[in-house]
Each structure stands twice: as structure tokens, then as C-alpha cells.
């Protein structure tokens, strides 16, 4: 089982956003699409996610063909860069909230709620609003409440990007902590070479719509398939 990626190509007038990406994304394991800015991450994401069409091609997600599947059918959970809370809901129902439009039972949302607020370590913000929260302990709740429906695949773009380095790299660590633990398929994006390189079981490296090279963190260290490769690891943000 993976999310399959087969002849994607997608364009915004004559501009080639995508060129034809093929591309199989391993179940259970932690996947960076890792590139310059414009280069396609997010909107491949977006195709993934069901936020976006392709023009052309095929997403197959856990054996499920998802190609024109709307998002909330293609059992994915997103964490994106702006904190998508409810600004004006307590932490625990924001992270119930998936499960409540679901018509969950409540006394399974509660255990589940639980559940989730102790993986994060926020049990203890449960009565809190958001903005009582640092901006770290906000994108833990992002976190809680897009695990909260059980996806089979969890979607992150650049979702640490505007917080600032220090709190970036406690986040990278929970991401890892936390993907260790429940073990669902997930891939992120990110510009950062380093949060690629720290985190991620495989690196698809995206740059002007096309794949420069997939690979382990050391497979892309040890042996860059090309000069870009090996120039955009080279640099340190
Ligand atoms: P990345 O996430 O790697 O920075 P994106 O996938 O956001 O790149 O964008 C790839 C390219 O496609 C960029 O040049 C961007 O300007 C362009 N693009 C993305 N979305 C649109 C859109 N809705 N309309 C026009 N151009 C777009
Ligand atoms: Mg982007």
C-alpha cells in the first residue's frame, strides 16, 4: 500500500507547474517533498489532498483510485503553515470537531479527544482557546485535531514555516515523536533542506515541477543525483 502518483501534470495557463510526476509514496513511512519555493510542493499537495485537480494522471491512495475523489473522501487529515483553528472553539473542541460533524458518539469524541490532547501534551490547555496558546502549542493542536478521524494519510505544507527556529525544531522533533507513534503515512513540504534531512524516512526533491531525485536522507547526502541536488543540500537557511 502507498499513494501512487502516475503521469501528474498540471499547468496554470502556459506556466508548467507540474510536468509529468511519477511517483509512489511508501505507506507508514514519513515523506518530505523537499524543493525551492515554485517549484510545485504545494500544488502536488493540494492534488493529493483532492484541493486541486491535475490535468492529467492518476492518485491512488492506499489502493483506493482517488482521482476526482473530493478531500473528504480521500481519508487524508491537513496541517497547513496558518493555523486553521476555530478561533473562538476551546482547544478540546477543536480537535473534536472532525469527529462532532461525523456524528461520533460522545462519549467515543471524549476518549478520543483524550487520547489526543495527551499525545500532544496539551490535556492540560483542554479548557483553553487558541489564543491562549504559543504558536508551537497551536500547531500541536493542528496536529491532534487532523489525527483526530483516523486518516490514512496525513498532508502538511510547510506547517512550522512561520514560527521561528527555535520552536521549528521542537516541532520537527514532535513530528517525528508523534508519526513514530501512530505510524501513518504522511508527507510534508518544506523548503528547508535541513527539517528534510532531520525528519524525513524519504526526500522527494521537487524543482521546477519535476523530480530531481528520490531518496533516503543519506542516499541524497552521500550520492545527489545531480548538480541541483547537490547544490540545494549545500544550502544551510
Ligand atoms: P511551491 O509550493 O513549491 O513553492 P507551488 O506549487 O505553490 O510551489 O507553485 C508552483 C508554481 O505554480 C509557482 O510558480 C506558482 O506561482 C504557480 N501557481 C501555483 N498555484 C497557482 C495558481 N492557482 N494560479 C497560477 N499560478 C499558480
Ligand atoms: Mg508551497
Redesign the pocket.
Known sequence: MSIEIAGVGKHFGDFVALDDINLTIPSGQLTALLGP???????L?RIIAGLESADSGTVTIEGVDATGLPPQRRNVGFVF?HYAVFKHMTVAKNVAFGLEIRKRPKQEVRRRVDELLDLVHLRQFADRLPSQLSGGQRQRMALARALAVEPKVLLL??PFGALDAKVRKELREWLRRLHDEVHVTTVF?T?DQEEALEVADTIVVLNEGRIEQIGSPDELYDAPANHFVMSFLGEVS
Open positions: 519555493s515554485g517549484g510545485g510542493k504545494s500544488t499537495l503553515q505544507d510547510e513540504v523548503h
